[in-house]
């Protein structure tokens, strides 16, 4: 053993203080979303148009849109949480894809019958500000209260952690987004919607890229 | 057979050395950091040949494992754990070491090019631009003699006076004139 390697061992051994054990991330992630879930409870009423929500999911396309909406945002955060410490297997990044698919499968697809019922219509602008400022509003916070939770775990790669953080509080974000929403989306609000979600995982991501650069031992 | 038995015990143990390491117990963290050492090595020489960069790779992981001590769940595999960093950690550096050959480069003359006076001399005669060497052979004779000797070949006033038979002042002149003309000439291209 070289000395130097020694020395460092008996420094590191010397200064170990207890630790307060992670919880196992399953856990830590449905704390998480319990957490949003509460906060949602209570933010919603606010903003939410419960008749036209409730005339909305009578159409099962939409029902379906929402499901895949919640489901990624749940399954995001539960592949970050999983992901930002060490041993637990890359493949948990692949957890959103399937609801994934089904949220951009089944808005793509609502966007092209509207398209086909409403004519140039399903081109115009809906409401696709109000939904880019409500995404990236809501996922500013739900970002923070994540960034926090999964700093805790010190990720040896936050890369890919943050980003999916940041696609899981998008999906909640857009989730959120469906309690007043106006039934006619075209496809520049499904582009408005995709930008908003883009700008959240990339801006989670340079936070990544920076804690990445700044990795520093206590 | 006995390999495998010898490995349980040993993840057994560490996984126990660990745990307690976590409660605080500095004894066996460094029990356990010892123990490990070699495992740590090997997994480190998969990616770094060099024994002094291997080195300092194991020791980067020691102290990631030791900032990262928190996330182990002694309910999980501790090799397993272990592995990954030592694996994640080697690859950074591996990175790291790209990212810093592609902004330095590697000189292997740099000794004689820059250290030792008279190869720095030979190198900066070849390196001179063509502009410059052709406005020091437009001065008149005694400037160019003083360029050539203080500034060139970089003798002392008192070596160029003692070479030309000029005095001292007369070259710091000569040398003066001359910088003047030719930071004329060479502003005016």
């Known amino acids: 053993m070289s000395p130097s390697t020694e020395q460092l061992i008996a420094q590191i051994a010397a200064g170990a203080e207890p ?59 539960i592949a970050a949480f999983e992901l930002s410490v060490p041993d637990r297997s890359p493949a948990w990044a692949w957890l959103p894809l399937p609801p994934l698919i089904l949220w951009l499968g ?64 998008a999906g909640l974000a857009a989730f959120f987004l469906e309690f007043n929403h106006p039934i006619d989306a075209s496809f520049l609000d499904l582009g408005w919607h995709a930008a908003a979600i883009g700008i959240v995982i990339a801006a989670s991501s340079l936070w990544g890229r920076w804690r990445q650069a700044n990795w520093r031992h206590e | 057979m006995a390999d495998r038995l010898q490995g349980q015990d040993k993840e057994t143990d560490w996984s126990r050395w660990m745990a307690a390491a976590q409660e605080g ?13 070699p495992f740590l090595r090997s997994i480190a020489s998969r990616y770094h040949r060099t024994a002094d960069r291997r080195e300092d790779v194991v020791q980067d992981i020691l102290l ?15 090799t397993h754990w272990l592995a990954t960093i030592a694996s994640r950690r080697s690859i950074d550096a591996l990175r790291r070491r790209g990212r810093t050959e592609k902004t330095e480069i590697f000189d292997d003359q740099a000794y004689e090019t820059f250290s030792d006076p008279e190869a720095n001399r030979e190198m900066s005669v070849r390196d001179e631009t063509p502009a410059l060497q052709a ?24 070596e160029a006076s003692q ?18 003309a030719l930071r004329a000439q060479l502003k005016g291209d």
């Open chain 1, 19 to 77: 630790v307060k054990r992670l919880r196992p991330p399953l856990l830590r992630a449905l704390f998480w979303l319990i957490g949003v879930a509460a906060m949602g409870a209570i933010v919603i009423p606010f903003f939410a148009d419960f008749t036209l929500f409730a005339a909305k999911t009578r159409d099962p396309k939409f029902v379906i849109e929402l499901a895949g909406t919640l489901l990624t945002g749940v399954a995001a955060v």
């Open chain 1, 106 to 169: 089944s808005s793509g697809y609502n966007c092209w019958r509207d398209w086909i019922t409403l004519g140039d219509q399903g081109w115009q602008f809906g409401e696709s500000a109000a939904c880019f400022g409500t995404i990236v509003g809501f996922s500013l916070p739900l970002g923070v209260a994540l960034i926090i939770f999964l700093a805790r775990a010190k990720p040896l790669a936050p890369v890919p952690v943050a980003a999916l953080g940041g696609l899981g509080v």
């Open chain 2, 25 to 37: 117990d500095r004894a066996a963290y460094e029990r356990l950091l010892k123990d490990c050492l």
């Open chain 2, 64 to 78: 990631t494992l030791h900032r990262v001590r928190h996330t182990y769940d002694p309910a999980r595999p501790f």
């Open chain 2, 135 to 158: 406005a020091i052979a437009t001065l008149p004779d005694g400037q160019r003699e003083a360029v050539e000797l203080l500034k060139l070949r970089e003798l002392s006033l008192i």
């Open chain 2, 163 to 180: 070479q030309t038979g000029k005095s001292v002042s007369a070259l710091k002149v000569n040398m003066h004139r001359a910088l003047k």
